[in-house]
Protein backbone atom coordinates (compact mmCIF):
# COMPACT_ATOMS: atom_id res chain seq x y z
CA UNK A 1 0.00 0.00 0.00
CA UNK A 2 1.15 3.68 -0.76
CA UNK A 3 1.01 6.18 1.45
CA UNK A 4 1.38 9.24 0.79
CA UNK A 5 1.60 13.35 2.44
CA UNK A 6 2.67 16.19 0.54
CA UNK A 7 6.12 15.40 1.75
CA UNK A 8 5.32 11.88 3.68
CA UNK A 9 8.52 9.07 2.97
CA UNK A 10 7.95 5.85 4.43
CA UNK A 11 11.10 4.38 3.30
CA UNK A 12 14.88 5.35 2.67
CA UNK A 13 15.30 6.43 -0.96
CA UNK A 14 18.07 7.04 -2.83
CA UNK A 15 21.54 8.48 -1.89
CA UNK A 16 22.26 11.91 -3.15
CA UNK A 17 24.37 11.96 -6.49
CA UNK A 18 27.25 13.79 -6.44
CA UNK A 19 26.89 16.57 -8.64
CA UNK A 20 27.32 19.87 -9.09
CA UNK A 21 26.06 23.23 -10.75
CA UNK A 22 22.89 24.69 -9.57
CA UNK A 23 19.95 25.81 -11.74
CA UNK A 24 19.98 28.92 -13.46
CA UNK A 25 16.96 28.82 -16.26
CA UNK A 26 14.37 30.75 -16.29
CA UNK A 27 10.73 29.44 -16.98
CA UNK A 28 10.03 32.80 -19.43
CA UNK A 29 12.95 32.23 -21.83
CA UNK A 30 14.12 28.31 -20.78
CA UNK A 31 13.09 25.79 -23.09
CA UNK A 32 9.45 24.04 -22.55
CA UNK A 33 7.60 21.06 -23.17
CA UNK A 34 4.27 20.13 -23.01
CA UNK A 35 3.67 17.11 -21.27
CA UNK A 36 2.52 14.25 -23.21
CA UNK A 37 -1.32 13.55 -22.96
CA UNK A 38 -2.45 15.55 -20.15
CA UNK A 39 -6.00 14.93 -18.88
CA UNK A 40 -7.73 17.99 -16.66
CA UNK A 41 -10.67 17.30 -14.37
CA UNK A 42 -12.29 19.66 -12.00
CA UNK A 43 -12.04 18.78 -8.64
CA UNK A 44 -14.61 21.31 -7.34
CA UNK A 45 -16.25 23.72 -9.09
CA UNK A 46 -19.46 25.85 -8.88
CA UNK A 47 -21.07 28.96 -10.24
CA UNK A 48 -20.77 31.83 -7.82
CA UNK A 49 -18.11 30.50 -5.65
CA UNK A 50 -14.54 30.35 -5.29
CA UNK A 51 -12.13 26.98 -4.97
CA UNK A 52 -8.24 27.80 -3.71
CA UNK A 53 -5.25 26.73 -2.06
CA UNK A 54 -4.81 23.04 -1.86
CA UNK A 55 -1.31 23.55 -0.50
CA UNK A 56 -2.40 25.22 2.55
CA UNK A 57 -4.31 22.11 3.54
CA UNK A 58 -2.73 18.93 2.20
CA UNK A 59 -3.04 15.75 -0.17
CA UNK A 60 -3.19 12.02 1.25
CA UNK A 61 -3.20 9.08 -0.88
CA UNK A 62 -3.82 5.23 -0.09
CA UNK A 63 -3.15 3.47 -3.30
CA UNK A 64 -5.44 4.73 -5.80
CA UNK A 65 -8.07 6.90 -3.13
CA UNK A 66 -6.92 10.23 -3.06
CA UNK A 67 -8.02 12.65 -0.41
CA UNK A 68 -6.81 16.54 -0.80
CA UNK A 69 -7.94 19.44 0.98
CA UNK A 70 -8.99 23.16 0.21
CA UNK A 71 -10.50 26.19 0.92
CA UNK A 72 -14.18 27.32 -0.57
CA UNK A 73 -15.80 30.74 -0.42
CA UNK A 74 -18.11 33.09 -2.78
CA UNK A 75 -16.62 34.26 -5.69
CA UNK A 76 -15.80 38.39 -5.94
CA UNK A 77 -14.28 40.23 -8.53
CA UNK A 78 -11.26 41.45 -6.55
CA UNK A 79 -9.06 43.22 -9.26
CA UNK A 80 -5.53 41.64 -9.10
CA UNK A 81 -6.55 40.03 -5.80
CA UNK A 82 -7.84 36.42 -5.01
CA UNK A 83 -11.44 36.90 -6.51
CA UNK A 84 -13.05 35.81 -2.79
CA UNK A 85 -15.64 37.57 -1.12
CA UNK A 86 -13.57 38.77 2.31
CA UNK A 87 -17.23 39.14 3.95
CA UNK A 88 -18.55 35.89 3.75
CA UNK A 89 -17.12 32.79 5.13
CA UNK A 90 -14.04 30.49 3.73
CA UNK A 91 -14.95 26.99 4.77
CA UNK A 92 -12.27 24.71 4.98
CA UNK A 93 -13.36 21.30 2.75
CA UNK A 94 -12.20 17.95 1.44
CA UNK A 95 -12.58 16.12 -2.09
CA UNK A 96 -12.15 12.28 -2.64
CA UNK A 97 -11.16 10.34 -5.12
CA UNK A 98 -11.51 6.41 -5.14
CA UNK A 99 -9.75 6.23 -8.84
CA UNK A 100 -6.67 7.64 -8.87
CA UNK A 101 -8.19 11.29 -9.17
CA UNK A 102 -10.84 10.52 -12.34
CA UNK A 103 -13.72 11.59 -10.36
CA UNK A 104 -13.76 13.45 -7.35
CA UNK A 105 -16.55 13.40 -4.22
CA UNK A 106 -16.75 16.60 -1.96
CA UNK A 107 -16.67 16.62 2.14
CA UNK A 108 -17.31 18.67 4.99
CA UNK A 109 -15.63 18.27 7.90
CA UNK A 110 -15.99 21.46 9.22
CA UNK A 111 -20.19 20.25 9.33
CA UNK A 112 -19.13 17.96 12.02
CA UNK A 113 -16.97 19.99 13.89
CA UNK A 114 -13.86 19.10 12.15
CA UNK A 115 -10.73 21.65 11.06
CA UNK A 116 -12.25 24.13 11.72
CA UNK A 117 -10.20 27.10 11.21
CA UNK A 118 -10.23 30.83 13.21
CA UNK A 119 -10.88 33.79 10.80
CA UNK A 120 -7.25 35.48 11.18
CA UNK A 121 -5.98 33.22 8.83
CA UNK A 122 -9.08 32.72 6.34
CA UNK A 123 -9.93 35.23 3.12
CA UNK A 124 -12.99 35.11 4.63
CA UNK A 125 -14.29 35.52 8.07
CA UNK A 126 -15.47 32.13 10.24
CA UNK A 127 -17.87 30.12 9.74
CA UNK A 128 -20.78 30.83 11.30
CA UNK A 129 -23.00 28.76 13.71
CA UNK A 130 -19.99 27.03 15.01
CA UNK A 131 -18.10 26.35 17.68
CA UNK A 132 -14.17 26.52 17.58
CA UNK A 133 -12.73 23.50 19.64
CA UNK A 134 -10.39 24.10 22.46
CA UNK A 135 -6.63 24.28 21.42
CA UNK A 136 -5.19 21.28 23.38
CA UNK A 137 -1.75 19.77 24.37
CA UNK A 138 -0.81 17.13 22.63
CA UNK A 139 -0.17 13.73 25.08
CA UNK A 140 1.61 12.00 22.67
CA UNK A 141 0.92 8.21 21.46
CA UNK A 142 -0.02 9.26 17.42
CA UNK A 143 1.21 6.15 15.27
CA UNK A 144 2.74 8.09 12.05
CA UNK A 145 2.44 4.30 10.95
CA UNK A 146 -0.62 3.88 11.11
CA UNK A 147 -1.97 2.24 7.50
CA UNK A 148 -5.00 4.90 7.21
CA UNK A 149 -3.37 8.09 9.39
CA UNK A 150 -3.97 11.54 7.64
CA UNK A 151 -1.88 13.89 9.54
CA UNK A 152 -2.63 18.08 8.69
CA UNK A 153 -0.74 21.08 10.02
CA UNK A 154 -2.25 24.29 10.07
CA UNK A 155 -2.13 28.07 11.36
CA UNK A 156 -4.43 31.11 12.71
CA UNK A 157 -1.95 33.56 10.65
CA UNK A 158 0.26 33.60 8.20
CA UNK A 159 2.61 35.87 9.90
CA UNK A 160 2.93 35.40 13.75
CA UNK A 161 0.22 32.73 13.88
CA UNK A 162 -0.54 29.80 16.38
CA UNK A 163 0.38 26.07 15.11
CA UNK A 164 -2.11 23.22 15.73
CA UNK A 165 -1.66 19.99 14.28
CA UNK A 166 -5.02 17.29 13.44
CA UNK A 167 -5.03 13.59 12.42
CA UNK A 168 -6.67 10.74 10.95
CA UNK A 169 -7.02 7.03 11.35
CA UNK A 170 -9.48 6.33 8.82
CA UNK A 171 -8.23 7.90 5.91
CA UNK A 172 -9.72 11.64 7.03
CA UNK A 173 -13.15 10.48 7.46
CA UNK A 174 -12.73 11.74 11.46
CA UNK A 175 -10.01 13.74 12.74
CA UNK A 176 -8.79 14.52 16.57
CA UNK A 177 -7.44 17.67 17.14
CA UNK A 178 -6.04 20.72 17.17
CA UNK A 179 -2.72 20.36 19.19
CA UNK A 180 -0.68 23.07 19.73
CA UNK A 181 2.57 23.32 18.47
CA UNK A 182 5.26 24.92 20.39
CA UNK A 183 6.38 28.78 18.96
CA UNK A 184 10.00 27.41 18.69
CA UNK A 185 11.03 30.74 20.14
CA UNK A 186 9.94 32.89 17.31
CA UNK A 187 7.04 35.12 17.24
CA UNK A 188 4.82 33.25 16.04
CA UNK A 189 4.44 30.31 13.81
CA UNK A 190 2.73 29.99 10.27
CA UNK A 191 2.85 26.39 8.79
CA UNK A 192 1.01 24.29 6.12
CA UNK A 193 1.09 20.34 5.69
CA UNK A 194 4.56 19.31 4.72
CA UNK A 195 6.36 16.38 6.95
CA UNK A 196 7.97 13.41 6.61
CA UNK A 197 7.52 10.01 8.52
CA UNK A 198 10.07 7.82 9.61
CA UNK A 199 9.06 5.63 12.04
CA UNK A 200 5.74 5.25 14.18
CA UNK A 201 6.76 7.55 16.91
CA UNK A 202 9.04 10.29 14.52
CA UNK A 203 7.75 12.99 11.75
CA UNK A 204 9.82 15.74 10.81
CA UNK A 205 8.16 18.66 10.09
CA UNK A 206 8.91 22.03 7.63
CA UNK A 207 7.28 24.87 8.61
CA UNK A 208 7.09 28.60 8.35
CA UNK A 209 7.71 30.77 11.18
CA UNK A 210 7.40 34.85 11.41
CA UNK A 211 10.83 36.73 10.85
CA UNK A 212 11.74 38.93 13.79
CA UNK A 213 9.62 41.93 12.55
CA UNK A 214 6.07 39.51 13.28
CA UNK A 215 6.01 39.14 9.12
CA UNK A 216 6.14 36.13 6.97
CA UNK A 217 8.46 34.47 7.44
CA UNK A 218 11.06 31.96 7.05
CA UNK A 219 11.53 28.20 7.00
CA UNK A 220 12.40 25.90 9.69
CA UNK A 221 12.77 22.22 10.57
CA UNK A 222 11.51 20.32 13.36
CA UNK A 223 10.89 16.74 14.84
CA UNK A 224 8.66 14.86 17.45
CA UNK A 225 10.32 11.32 18.29
CA UNK A 226 7.62 10.68 20.83
CA UNK A 227 4.26 10.53 18.82
CA UNK A 228 3.40 14.45 19.18
CA UNK A 229 3.91 14.95 22.47
CA UNK A 230 6.81 17.47 22.30
CA UNK A 231 8.66 18.68 19.38
CA UNK A 232 12.13 20.16 18.90
CA UNK A 233 13.87 22.25 16.57
CA UNK A 234 16.09 20.52 14.36
CA UNK A 235 17.39 23.88 12.28
CA UNK A 236 16.44 26.68 10.68
CA UNK A 237 16.39 26.29 7.09
CA UNK A 238 18.47 29.55 5.56
CA UNK A 239 18.88 32.68 6.95
CA UNK A 240 15.94 34.71 7.54
CA UNK A 241 15.52 36.87 4.60
CA UNK A 242 16.05 40.83 4.98
CA UNK A 243 13.58 41.90 2.62
CA UNK A 244 10.95 39.57 1.46
CA UNK A 245 10.29 35.94 2.87
CA UNK A 246 11.52 32.55 2.22
CA UNK A 247 7.75 30.20 3.01
CA UNK A 248 5.92 26.95 2.58
CA UNK A 249 9.01 24.67 2.13
CA UNK A 250 8.59 20.92 0.22
CA UNK A 251 10.68 18.20 1.09
CA UNK A 252 11.56 15.00 0.36
CA UNK A 253 13.76 12.40 2.52
CA UNK A 254 17.09 11.48 0.20
CA UNK A 255 18.56 8.83 2.52
CA UNK A 256 19.33 8.55 6.26
CA UNK A 257 20.91 11.33 6.78
CA UNK A 258 19.73 13.60 3.60
CA UNK A 259 16.73 15.91 3.20
CA UNK A 260 16.04 18.06 0.34
CA UNK A 261 13.80 20.79 0.21
CA UNK A 262 12.14 23.43 -1.78
CA UNK A 263 11.09 26.92 -0.48
CA UNK A 264 9.08 29.83 -1.81
CA UNK A 265 11.32 32.78 -2.10
CA UNK A 266 10.67 36.39 -2.77
CA UNK A 267 12.86 39.42 -2.33
CA UNK A 268 12.17 42.98 -3.69
CA UNK A 269 13.18 42.44 -7.19
CA UNK A 270 11.51 38.66 -8.09
CA UNK A 271 10.18 35.61 -6.85
CA UNK A 272 11.80 31.80 -7.35
CA UNK A 273 12.05 28.65 -5.68
CA UNK A 274 15.21 27.87 -3.92
CA UNK A 275 16.40 24.49 -3.21
CA UNK A 276 18.20 23.48 0.45
CA UNK A 277 19.72 20.39 1.37
CA UNK A 278 20.76 19.03 4.89
CA UNK A 279 23.02 15.70 5.01
CA UNK A 280 23.08 15.63 8.89
CA UNK A 281 19.09 14.74 8.90
CA UNK A 282 17.90 18.11 9.15
CA UNK A 283 20.23 20.15 11.67
CA UNK A 284 22.11 22.09 8.96
CA UNK A 285 21.08 22.96 5.35
CA UNK A 286 23.03 24.18 2.81
CA UNK A 287 21.63 26.36 -0.35
CA UNK A 288 21.82 24.59 -3.54
CA UNK A 289 20.58 27.08 -5.75
CA UNK A 290 17.13 28.17 -7.89
CA UNK A 291 15.01 25.13 -8.79
CA UNK A 292 13.01 27.53 -10.30
CA UNK A 293 14.39 31.23 -11.24
CA UNK A 294 10.88 32.67 -11.84
CA UNK A 295 7.71 31.93 -10.52
CA UNK A 296 5.98 35.33 -11.82
CA UNK A 297 4.21 37.03 -8.73
CA UNK A 298 5.12 33.51 -6.58
CA UNK A 299 3.71 30.59 -5.85
CA UNK A 300 4.64 27.64 -3.65
CA UNK A 301 6.22 24.35 -4.86
CA UNK A 302 4.81 20.43 -4.19
CA UNK A 303 7.70 18.26 -4.54
CA UNK A 304 7.70 14.31 -4.20
CA UNK A 305 9.97 11.25 -5.79
CA UNK A 306 8.55 9.56 -8.23
CA UNK A 307 8.92 5.50 -8.61
CA UNK A 308 11.62 5.85 -10.45
CA UNK A 309 14.16 8.01 -7.97
CA UNK A 310 13.50 10.82 -9.99
CA UNK A 311 12.21 13.98 -8.37
CA UNK A 312 9.03 16.10 -9.40
CA UNK A 313 8.47 19.58 -8.77
CA UNK A 314 4.99 21.20 -9.61
CA UNK A 315 4.53 24.61 -9.42
CA UNK A 316 1.80 27.69 -10.61
CA UNK A 317 3.45 30.06 -12.97
CA UNK A 318 2.30 33.31 -11.94
CA UNK A 319 2.30 35.41 -15.00
CA UNK A 320 1.42 35.13 -18.64
CA UNK A 321 0.98 32.56 -20.03
CA UNK A 322 -0.65 31.75 -16.90
CA UNK A 323 0.20 27.76 -16.20
CA UNK A 324 0.86 25.06 -13.86
CA UNK A 325 4.57 23.36 -14.51
CA UNK A 326 6.53 20.60 -13.76
CA UNK A 327 9.81 19.61 -13.83
CA UNK A 328 12.29 17.00 -13.02
CA UNK A 329 15.69 16.25 -11.03
CA UNK A 330 17.67 13.11 -11.90
CA UNK A 331 20.65 13.36 -9.01
CA UNK A 332 18.48 14.89 -6.34
CA UNK A 333 17.67 17.87 -6.74
CA UNK A 334 21.40 19.27 -8.06
CA UNK A 335 19.84 20.22 -11.11
CA UNK A 336 16.09 20.54 -12.76
CA UNK A 337 15.31 19.74 -16.36
CA UNK A 338 13.38 22.22 -18.79
CA UNK A 339 9.29 23.02 -17.51
CA UNK A 340 7.03 20.40 -18.68
CA UNK A 341 3.57 22.74 -19.51
CA UNK A 342 0.69 20.70 -17.66
CA UNK A 343 -1.33 23.49 -18.96
CA UNK A 344 -0.94 27.06 -19.88
CA UNK A 345 -4.99 28.15 -20.20
CA UNK A 346 -5.31 30.09 -17.32
CA UNK A 347 -7.22 33.64 -17.19
CA UNK A 348 -5.55 34.79 -14.16
CA UNK A 349 -2.30 34.64 -12.01
CA UNK A 350 -5.05 33.86 -9.33
CA UNK A 351 -3.52 30.04 -9.47
CA UNK A 352 -1.22 26.94 -8.23
CA UNK A 353 -0.43 25.90 -4.90
CA UNK A 354 -0.32 22.14 -6.09
CA UNK A 355 -0.23 19.22 -4.42
CA UNK A 356 0.98 15.95 -5.93
CA UNK A 357 0.80 12.09 -5.78
CA UNK A 358 1.90 9.35 -8.21
CA UNK A 359 -0.08 6.54 -8.67
CA UNK A 360 0.96 2.90 -8.54
CA UNK A 361 0.21 2.91 -12.72
CA UNK A 362 3.10 5.83 -12.23
CA UNK A 363 0.99 8.65 -13.13
CA UNK A 364 1.25 11.29 -11.27
CA UNK A 365 -1.92 13.84 -10.54
CA UNK A 366 -1.53 17.22 -9.65
CA UNK A 367 -4.17 18.77 -7.84
CA UNK A 368 -4.19 22.86 -7.77
CA UNK A 369 -6.35 25.87 -8.09
CA UNK A 370 -7.41 27.53 -11.39
CA UNK A 371 -9.60 29.97 -13.48
CA UNK A 372 -9.68 29.29 -17.47
CA UNK A 373 -12.28 31.39 -19.98
CA UNK A 374 -14.02 28.13 -20.82
CA UNK A 375 -14.88 27.90 -17.75
CA UNK A 376 -15.69 31.19 -16.71
CA UNK A 377 -14.67 33.85 -13.65
CA UNK A 378 -14.88 31.34 -10.92
CA UNK A 379 -11.76 29.89 -9.20
CA UNK A 380 -11.88 25.97 -9.19
CA UNK A 381 -9.85 23.14 -7.99
CA UNK A 382 -8.49 20.82 -10.73
CA UNK A 383 -6.37 18.00 -11.23
CA UNK A 384 -4.45 17.31 -14.19
CA UNK A 385 -2.99 13.21 -14.61
CA UNK A 386 -0.13 13.19 -16.43
CA UNK A 387 2.78 10.95 -17.51
CA UNK A 388 6.29 12.10 -16.72
CA UNK A 389 8.34 11.58 -19.54
CA UNK A 390 11.09 8.47 -19.46
CA UNK A 391 14.59 8.95 -18.23
Not at 50 to 65: K, M, V
Request: glycine share 12%.
Amino acid sequence: MIRSTPTISLLIALALAACSGPPTSDPATADTASAADPRHVKVYFEKGMFGGWPANHGIWNWEDEILVGFGKGWYKDQGLSHHIDREKPEIPMLARSMDGGETWSLEDPGADGYLLTEGGYLHGVTRPGVTLPELRDNEGGIDFMHPDLAFTVRTNSIHAGIGRTFHSYDRGRTWDGPFRLPDFDTPGIAPRTSYIVDSKDQCTLFITAAKADGKEGRTLCVRTTNGGETWELLGWIGPEPKVGFSIMPASVRLSETDILVTVRMRDDKRRWIGTYLSTDDGANWEYLGEAVADTGVGNPPSMIQLQDGRLCLVYGYRAEPFSIRARLSSDSGRTWGDDIILRDDGASRDIGYVRSIQRPDGKVVSVYYFTDPASGPERYIGATIWSPPAP
